[in-house]
Nanobody, 121 residues
């Protein structure tokens, strides 16, 4: 099995910063994409940022220029640096990993349990 664990959420004032971290462990041969999603109350889960194994990144328009995603392939970790936070960034943030468990095997998607980010005005 694969475990995905996030950390780093919390309460911050508008304009502040937070760094989220996510680590995948278990039966992993390699990881393709890794990313962060978020879900605010009453809203659908949405993509925040994604990074490929080669380091290509993609961001939601709402976070471009404020958030930075990075990963360490050797450690199977992905981080999200969030700067200039706004109240509308308040949500539960989920880590997602696209895992290959055996050589030439299929990919499986795994989610973390989520971490709360609250930005006060």
């Amino acid at each position: 099995q694969v475990q995905v664990v996030e950390s780093g959420g919390g309460l911050v004032q508008a304009g502040g910063s937070l760094r989220l971290s996510c680590a995948a462990s278990g039966s992993i041969f390699s990881i393709n994409a890794m990313g962060w999603f978020r879900q605010a109350p009453g809203k659908q889960r949405e993509l925040v940022a994604v990074i490929s194994s080669g380091g290509m990144t993609n961001y939601a328009d709402s976070v471009k220029g404020r958030f930075t995603i990075s990963r360490d392939n050797a450690k199977n970790t992905v981080d999200l640096q969030m700067n200039s936070l706004k109240p509308e960034d308040t949500a539960v943030y989920y880590c997602y990993t696209d895992v290959v468990r055996v050589a030439r095997g299929p990919t499986y998607g795994y989610w973390g349990q989520g971490t709360q980010v609250t930005v006060s005005s």
